[in-house]
Structure formats: structure tokens, C-alpha cells
């Protein structure tokens, strides 16, 4: 079966007129960050997000797994995962990056 992550990338790569949603776990996440760290999170994800062009120039983007709608990308000391179906990108979790 043909892989359908390029077109998934390239429907979702312009921003403009995506939906942004954003997930229970998503907010819980950021409700439980430091405030300092909150507060980057929130401008980041609420004000600087929609301005972007392409999900690709998004830090460290990378699918997850073999589907092609879940995405990671990297913010400051946090991972956020992103779930892009049609014309909605959902914002999941903020998980602390892993010390290697």
C-alpha cells in the first residue's frame, strides 16, 4: 500500500484556513507547565502557530509512527504532538523532551 505522507504534508503544509483545535489532554498539559515555560508555550501555540507557513519549518517536525495524520515537532524543552486530518490540525500533548 502506497505511503500517503507526502500528500498528507503537502494538503496540511499551508496553514491558511486550517482549523486549529486543540485537545483536553493538550490544555491539561500546559496547565501543569511552569509558569515561565507556560507562558512561551501559550504565546507559541495561541498567537505565533497560525502565522506559520509551513508545518514543515516547525523545529524537529517528524510523523509519528507509520500513520500519516500524527506529527511531533519540538518547542524550547518540549515535545508537542499534532494530529493533522483534512483541513484540522489538533493540538494533543506537551511532553517534557527526554534527557539522552
Same mark, same amino acid.
Given at each position: 500500500?502506497? %505511503?500517503? $505522507?507526502? %500528500?498528507?504534508? @503537502?494538503?496540511?503544509?499551508?496553514? #491558511?484556513?486550517?482549523?486549529?483545535?486543540y485537545?483536553?489532554?493538550?490544555? +491539561?498539559?500546559? #496547565?501543569?507547565? /511552569?509558569? %515561565?515555560?507556560? #507562558?512561551?508555550?501559550?504565546?507559541?501555540? =495561541?498567537?505565533?502557530?497560525?502565522? =506559520?507557513?509551513?508545518l514543515?519549518?516547525?523545529?524537529?517536525?517528524? $510523523?509519528?509512527? %507509520?500513520?500519516?495524520?500524527?506529527y511531533?515537532?519540538? =518547542?524550547?524543552?518540549?515535545?508537542i504532538?499534532? /494530529?493533522?486530518?483534512?483541513?484540522?490540525? #489538533?493540538f494533543? @500533548?506537551? +511532553?517534557?523532551?527526554?534527557?539522552?
Amino acid at each position: 500500500m502506497p %505511503s500517503t $505522507q507526502p %500528500s498528507t504534508v @503537502r494538503r496540511a503544509a499551508n496553514l #491558511k484556513g486550517l482549523q486549529i483545535r486543540y485537545e483536553r489532554s493538550f490544555l +491539561l498539559d500546559i #496547565k501543569n507547565l /511552569e509558569v %515561565s515555560a507556560r #507562558k512561551s508555550l501559550q504565546q507559541f501555540v =495561541f498567537e505565533e502557530f497560525p502565522h =506559520f507557513s509551513q508545518l514543515q519549518d516547525l523545529p524537529e517536525f517528524r $510523523q509519528l509512527g %507509520s500513520t500519516a495524520i500524527y506529527y511531533r515537532f519540538s =518547542f524550547d524543552r518540549y515535545l508537542i504532538s499534532i /494530529e493533522l486530518t483534512g483541513q484540522i490540525v #489538533k493540538f494533543l @500533548r506537551v +511532553l517534557p523532551r527526554p534527557d539522552l
